[in-house]
């Protein structure tokens, strides 16, 4: 998160092109909507003892699980003015999500981008995202499921106990699947990485160079985990 | 006072109202829609402090509101947050 916000900083300043990353989180973590309550959504107890981080996003949206062993998370950072985001929202979600329902079809996958913000398997999510419009920048990031561990899930989200029953786990089930479960098979980080690559290159005629990020960068990136995104401050800030 | 309201075919919204002499005191809106720019909820909450408490006027204050920070709000309308907050009131 503090590198998507670097980026963004960044390429306000001329000093960044347009750039895209995957990334997988080590530890595990639970993300939260800018609009919503730390407390509220998230059990910090268990996430505590689970040695699972908590955080906020500068996007709206709702919870998400960052599952290190089943999910990749994508972040698409463009100046507002490129040519992939025009000015209705909605349509630049399409857009920018084309490139993971062409990654799916990549992978024998048929997916279709269901308004506003997720794309659907079958009528069930496997990804979602998240767009915001500042620093000059339109910065879309989302995440995609490899794999869906429910009861984990329930635990990090403040779900009562007795709550997450096998019914509620069922019902998660029928509306949230992941590419391993549609498949059937062990489909390998690298297999969605690889799809994710060229199916954003196809779908959004781009062509990607791998880069670094810059000393600017780097240097900002600590700046804002060591005052933002470590700090309860923005964190349980809601 | 509180309430959680699910929009038909959208997102949701959580309200944490506290009232004063039939006014909105204090307000906190929750849920997972997007508003951009996002500052513009805070400023939303801000207008909504010392409200009467009529359906029509929170609309009028959030759309007044979205108008003056050119902000776009998705997976929620204003209406919605106004009967998000009228289900607070009624919480009680």
């Known amino acids: 998160m503090a590198i998507d916000e670097a980026i963004m900083h960044s390429m306000e300043e001329g000093l960044s092109p347009p750039t895209f990353r995957f990334y997988r989180w080590n530890p595990s973590a639970v993300s939260i909507g800018i609009f919503q309550s730390m407390n509220d959504e998230v059990d910090l107890d268990y996430c505590r003892t689970s040695n699972i981080d908590a955080i906020r996003r500068i996007t709206g949206g709702g919870a998400v699980y960052h599952d290190y062993e089943g999910e990749i998370t994508y972040s698409i950072i463009i100046p507002k003015n490129h040519r992939l985001v025009p000015v209705d929202i909605i349509e630049s979600y399409k857009i920018l999500c084309g490139g993971i329902v062409d990654a799916l079809r990549i992978m024998g996958i048929e997916s279709s981008f269901k308004p506003i913000n997720d794309v659907i398997v079958n009528g069930k999510k496997v990804s979602g995202n998240a767009q915001t419009r500042r620093y000059s920048c339109v910065l879309q990031h989302g995440t995609i499921l490899l794999d869906l561990d429910v009861r984990t899930m329930f635990s990090i989200l403040k779900v009562p106990p007795e709550k997450i029953s096998d019914k509620m786990i069922s019902d998660v089930r029928d509306r949230v699947t992941s590419i391993r479960e549609i498949r059937g098979d062990e489909v390998s980080f690298e297999e969605l990485r690889d799809a994710l690559y060229d199916g954003f290159c196809e779908s959004l005629d781009i062509s990607l160079d791998p880069g670094e990020l810059t000393a600017e960068e780097s240097v900002d990136v600590e700046v804002l985990m060591e005052t933002k995104y470590s700090m309860d401050k923005w964190n349980l800030s809601r | ?92």
Request: net charge negative; proline share 3%; charged share 25%.
């Open chain 2, 1 to 92: 006072m509180k309430s959680i309201y699910k929009v038909p075919g959208g997102k949701l919204i959580k309200i944490q109202l506290e009232l004063a002499d039939d006014l909105i005191a204090s307000i906190q809106i929750f849920g997972d829609f997007f508003l951009h720019p996002e500052d513009t909820l805070e400023i939303i909450e801000h207008a909504l402090i010392g409200a009467r408490l009529e359906e029509d006027i929170f609309t009028d204050l959030i759309e007044d509101v979205l108008e003056q920070s050119k902000a776009t709000l998705i997976g929620a309308s204003p209406k919605d947050i106004a009967q998000a907050i009228h289900l607070a009131l009624n919480s009680e």
